[in-house]
């Protein structure tokens, strides 16, 4: 679990960014303020949860009244009409809390949901499912803990740390073996170095200059086999390029130790998760 410090901040300016200056002007326009309610959420298709954390801040910033009751953890599987919170407090503050309590919920669970679809097509194979840093600004860490929610694995968090010489870096240093070397004076003995190749040639390089880790970039499923061969466990391979839940299973039976996809964290469809009134609460 992610300790509320590094939530809260997201949180809370998800919060201000829809209050704005003058507050939930309806909710306090239309209910009255000593009214109580009881509300759920409730999945509205199968999937996999995460963020029930950020979720319950957004209400309980809202008001510290309100108390919310899991029915499921993250990493738990839902079905459709599945009830995965019972939340019950002040109406008004539940009601001002609403959507950006789903906002994170659906967003988070909707990427949990897809990185398990992904996990479940290399299930059998020894190669682990990553993500990469291609996420929403501000909200990494939450987006890195929904993957873990799913079932797979982080990347870097950040480009402090390790090193990870892409083609334009390859291409400003000079090529493959001054980048490493250049990589290899900088870098402190705690940092792993990875190096991005094309080719099976730029990969036989940079395995005689020496490196932590090689991302296989966009090859396919005969060639990543070679490629493990040249390799023969002197490094860390990593799978990356257009991989989708149809093509992981070969690029993963290709042998490689980690297959990263940028789109579990840019482009993972929200889970649909609704909010419904139960009941006036005592």
């Given at each position: 679990?992610l300790?509320?410090?590094?939530?809260?901040?997201?949180?809370?300016?998800?919060?201000?960014?829809?209050?704005?200056?003058?507050?939930?002007?309806?909710?306090?326009?239309?209910?009255?303020?000593?009214?109580?309610?009881?509300?759920?959420?409730?999945?509205?298709r199968?999937?996999?949860?995460?963020?029930?954390?950020?979720?319950?801040?957004?209400?309980?910033?809202?008001?510290?009244?309100?108390?919310?009751?899991?029915?499921?953890?993250?990493?738990?599987?839902v079905?459709?009409?599945?009830?995965?919170?019972?939340?019950?407090?002040?109406?008004?503050g539940?009601?001002?809390?609403?959507?950006?309590?789903?906002?994170?919920?659906?967003?988070?669970?909707?990427?949990?949901?897809?990185?398990?679809?992904?996990?479940?097509a290399?299930?059998?194979?020894?190669?682990?499912?990553?993500?990469?840093?291609?996420?929403?600004?501000?909200l990494?860490?939450?987006?890195?803990?929904?993957?873990?929610?799913?079932?797979?694995?982080?990347?870097?968090?950040?480009?402090?740390?390790?090193?990870?010489?892409?083609?334009?870096?390859?291409?400003?240093?000079?090529?493959?073996?001054?980048a490493?070397?250049?990589a290899?004076?900088?870098?402190?003995?705690?940092?792993?170095?990875?190096?991005?190749?094309?080719?099976?040639?730029?990969?036989?390089?940079?395995?005689?200059?020496?490196?932590?880790?090689?991302?296989?970039?966009?090859?396919?499923p005969?060639?990543?086999?070679?490629?493990v061969?040249?390799?023969?466990?002197?490094?860390?391979?990593?799978?990356?390029?257009?991989?989708?839940?149809?093509?992981?299973?070969?690029?993963?039976?290709?042998?490689?130790?980690?297959?990263?996809?940028?789109?579990?964290?840019?482009?993972?469809p929200?889970?649909?998760?609704?909010?419904?009134?139960?009941?006036?609460?005592?």
């Amino acid at each position: 679990m992610l300790p509320h410090l590094i939530i809260e901040p997201a949180v809370r300016r998800a919060l201000e960014e829809d209050l704005g200056l003058a507050g939930d002007i309806t909710a306090n326009a239309v209910i009255p303020a000593g009214h109580r309610s009881t509300v759920v959420m409730a999945a509205r298709r199968r999937g996999v949860i995460a963020g029930l954390d950020a979720a319950e801040l957004a209400f309980t910033l809202v008001d510290p009244a309100i108390v919310m009751t899991r029915h499921v953890a993250d990493g738990d599987k839902v079905e459709a009409g599945d009830i995965v919170a019972t939340v019950t407090g002040p109406s008004r503050g539940l009601l001002t809390g609403e959507r950006t309590a789903l906002n994170f919920l659906g967003h988070l669970s909707g990427i949990a949901t897809v990185t398990a679809g992904v996990v479940a097509a290399v299930e059998g194979t020894d190669a682990a499912i990553v993500c990469t840093r291609k996420t929403t600004p501000g909200l990494r860490a939450l987006e890195k803990y929904a993957v873990k929610a799913g079932g797979g694995g982080n990347h870097r968090f950040s480009l402090a740390d390790a090193v990870l010489i892409k083609d334009n870096h390859i291409a400003i240093a000079g090529g493959i073996r001054p980048a490493l070397q250049a990589a290899k004076r900088h870098a402190g003995h705690m940092v792993k170095i990875e190096i991005e190749v094309d080719t099976l040639d730029q990969l036989r390089e940079a395995m005689d200059e020496g490196v932590d880790a090689v991302l296989l970039d966009n090859m396919s499923p005969e060639t990543l086999t070679e490629a493990v061969s040249i390799v023969a466990g002197r490094a860390i391979t990593e799978a990356s390029g257009g991989i989708t839940p149809e093509t992981a299973g070969a690029v993963a039976r290709a042998g490689v130790d980690l297959i990263s996809i940028g789109w579990l964290t840019h482009s993972a469809p929200v889970l649909d998760i609704g909010l419904d009134y139960r009941t006036a609460a005592a």
